[in-house]
């Protein structure tokens, strides 16, 4: 027996004509009649009496509207709870960030509060210095810092959140004992801290005031750190003049732990972007949090919003 028939039988009775029932529907009113009368083949029995307008029950089409109604209602009502709880953002949403970026706090309060947002909505986080294969190992987005464009590839979505600043910055203390640079030139006579060996022999760029091309500055750091997350600290501890990203720093330039050295000076800012797997149907978790990261851009240092697009 068909419960889509018995459904249009029951919307029929309710609606008082095949004509009402078939556009409640949307379907034509010869499908509405074509099902009922199947219904009626199927039970052997004479549910409507028609007229040539109208129709009424027979006394076996009262009984199964009776005791059919009620389930009716309550299939209908499943299904839209269903439809709802899709819609609702649940599950977990993993995601992946470089390693410095999501052990600062901009990154940390603005998942923190999704979390909150989404109580039904777990988050797993992957630190690491790579660009994971979304697709390949099931992640729903990441959060990439980039110089040059992404690469454009198939069944990759790519949305730009905004620059992400650098500067130089180092110590009040530091200063009153090294005094404050003048000029990048000045810079290789500084106890300086990088983040690598390689950033260190290649020197820093940095952009001239009202020029748009970077010139290298030598640098000979006294601290090379594998990871920029551990700069901050060392800068605030006295280390030297440090090349770090604004977002890394905001905390303690507020407290006056830190402050910019030549910020007429601006080191090429990178690019801040999410990217998530094309897909015809976005999980509803996915789509949430990138309205809410949209929402928080400014959150993360980025005070360039972008569009929908590849950068």
């Given at each position: 027996?068909?419960?889509?028939?018995?459904?249009?039988?029951?919307?029929?009775?309710?609606?008082?004509?095949?004509?009402?029932?078939?556009?409640?529907?949307?379907?034509?009113?010869?499908?509405?009649?074509?099902?009922?009368?199947?219904?009626?083949?199927?039970?052997?029995?004479?549910?409507?009496?028609?007229?040539?307008?109208?129709?009424?029950?027979?006394?076996?089409?009262?009984v199964l509207y009776r005791r059919s109604a009620p389930a009716v209602r309550d299939l209908e009502e499943a299904a839209r709870s269903a439809r709802d709880a899709a819609a609702q953002p649940t599950g977990e949403l993993r995601m992946a960030a470089p390693l410095d970026l999501g052990s600062a706090y901009p990154l940390a309060s603005v998942v923190s509060a999704f979390t909150q947002a989404y109580p039904q909505v777990r988050v797993s986080i992957d630190l690491a210095d790579r660009f994971v294969d979304l697709a390949g190992e099931g992640y729903d987005l990441a959060i990439?810092?980039?110089?040059?464009?992404?690469?454009?590839?198939?069944?990759?979505?790519?949305?730009?959140?905004?620059?992400?600043?650098?500067?130089?910055?180092?110590?009040?203390?530091?200063?009153?004992?090294?005094?404050?640079?003048?000029?990048?030139?000045?810079?290789?006579?500084?106890?300086?801290?990088?983040?690598?060996?390689?950033?260190?022999?290649?020197?820093?760029?940095?952009?001239?005031?009202?020029?748009?091309?970077?010139?290298?500055?030598?640098?000979?750091?006294?601290?090379?750190?594998?990871?920029?997350?551990?700069?901050?600290?060392?800068?605030?501890?006295?280390?030297?003049?440090?090349?770090?990203?604004?977002?890394?720093?905001?905390?303690?330039?507020?407290?006056?732990?830190?402050?910019?050295?030549?910020?007429?000076?601006?080191?090429?800012?990178?690019?801040?972007?999410?990217?998530?797997?094309?897909?015809?149907?976005?999980?509803?978790?996915?789509?949430?949090?990138?309205?809410?990261?949209?929402?928080?851009?400014?959150?993360?240092?980025?005070?360039?919003?972008?569009?929908?697009?590849?950068?």
């Amino acid at each position: 027996m068909s419960l889509e028939a018995i459904g249009t039988f029951v919307v029929a009775v309710e609606h008082g004509s095949l004509t009402a029932a078939a556009r409640a529907l949307g379907v034509p009113k010869s499908t509405v009649s074509r099902r009922i009368v199947r219904l009626e083949a199927e039970l052997g029995v004479e549910l409507l009496r028609r007229t040539a307008r109208t129709f009424r029950l027979s006394e076996a089409g009262e009984v199964l509207y009776r005791r059919s109604a009620p389930a009716v209602r309550d299939l209908e009502e499943a299904a839209r709870s269903a439809r709802d709880a899709a819609a609702q953002p649940t599950g977990e949403l993993r995601m992946a960030a470089p390693l410095d970026l999501g052990s600062a706090y901009p990154l940390a309060s603005v998942v923190s509060a999704f979390t909150q947002a989404y109580p039904q909505v777990r988050v797993s986080i992957d630190l690491a210095d790579r660009f994971v294969d979304l697709a390949g190992e099931g992640y729903d987005l990441a959060i990439r810092v980039h110089a040059r464009p992404l690469d454009d590839r198939a069944g990759l979505r790519v949305r730009r959140l905004g620059r992400a600043g650098c500067g130089l910055y180092a110590s009040p203390a530091y200063l009153e004992r090294h005094g404050t640079p003048q000029h990048p030139s000045e810079l290789v006579h500084h106890r300086t801290v990088s983040v690598s060996h390689a950033e260190a022999a290649a020197g820093w760029p940095l952009v001239p005031p009202g020029a748009t091309e970077a010139q290298i500055v030598p640098v000979r750091p006294h601290l090379v750190a594998s990871s920029i997350g551990f700069v901050p600290a060392a800068l605030v501890a006295g280390a030297g003049i440090g090349f770090v990203f604004d977002l890394l720093v905001r905390d303690h330039v507020a407290a006056g732990r830190l402050v910019r050295v030549l910020p007429e000076w601006s080191p090429p800012s990178p690019t801040m972007s999410v990217v998530w797997p094309a897909s015809r149907h976005t999980a509803p978790r996915v789509r949430a949090f990138l309205d809410f990261l949209g929402t928080h851009e400014h959150a993360l240092g980025c005070p360039t919003a972008g569009a929908n697009s590849q950068p």
